[in-house]
């Protein structure tokens, strides 16, 4: 089993339309959980991070984390072809100290 | 601000020649440092981490080694490169130890 583990997409979804994201994680004792943009051969953008069941909301970005059912979700409102990219998500791992990464999520939105 | 910055962009190496890669950060001090690679269509795999001057930690036994001569550069180097050593490597920095930022990148292909 994956440490953290996401769909590969891709994900379409019309311009103006909400992106749901969603990533689950074996570990449980991870507290971080952190959401990044990757543009086709740029390196990785941090977005969202989130400590705290509930959701963290920023401008367009909603991450959501429910520590119970171990799953980690970042919605995007009103959808831009600008937020085609893929979208990883990572899990800090307390015991190996280290961010453990998804394989991420291609999203493509089209106008 | 905080800014990092890594070079070459791009190299193309044959197999079996030396390998240097360098990182280096503006802006905070003592950070935490990470070299990642990426294979293409893969996740990123963390492969060394350092907290401090001459502090190497390492995550992947393989042909590379790393470096921290000053407090804010890092290196990483091979004496021989394999055609698995391809891939797209990111360095990163931190100051909180879970919540990382990523330089441009470096895309290596051997040939």
């Known amino acids: 089993q994956k440490e953290v583990e996401q769909n590969s997409g891709p994900l379409s979804v019309p311009e103006g339309a909400i992106a749901s994201l969603n990533c689950t994680y074996s570990?449980?004792?991870?507290?971080?959980f952190f959401w990044y943009r990757q543009y086709s051969g740029k390196s990785p953008e941090l977005i969202m991070s989130?400590?705290?069941?509930g959701d963290k909301e920023d401008g367009r970005f909603t991450a959501q984390l429910n520590k119970a059912s171990q799953y980690v979700s970042l919605l995007i409102r009103d959808s831009q072809p600008s937020d085609s990219a893929t979208y990883l998500c990572?899990?800090?791992?307390?015991?190996?100290?280290?961010?453990?990464f998804g394989a991420g999520t291609i999203l493509r939105v089209k106008s | 601000s905080q800014t990092i910055h890594q070079w070459p962009a791009t190299l193309v190496q044959p197999v079996g020649s030396p390998l240097s890669l360098e990182c280096t950060v503006e802006?905070?001090?003592?950070?935490?440092l990470y070299w990642y690679r990426q294979a293409a269509g893969r996740g990123l795999q963390l492969l060394f981490y350092?907290?401090?001057?001459?502090?190497i930690s390492s995550e992947v036994p393989q042909n590379l080694s790393a470096s921290r001569p000053q407090d804010r550069q890092f290196i990483l180097s091979s004496k021989k490169l394999l055609l698995s050593d391809s891939g797209f490597y990111l360095c990163?920095?931190?100051?909180?130890?879970?919540?990382?930022?990523f330089g441009p990148g470096t895309r290596l292909t051997v040939l």
């Open positions: 990163a920095w931190s100051v909180l130890v879970d919540t990382q930022y």
């Open positions: 570990d449980r004792g991870s507290q971080s």
């Open positions: 989130i400590y705290s069941n």
């Open positions: 990572a899990g800090f791992q307390e015991y190996g100290n280290k961010l453990v």
């Open positions: 802006g905070t001090s003592n950070p935490n």
């Open positions: 350092s907290v401090g001057i001459g502090q």
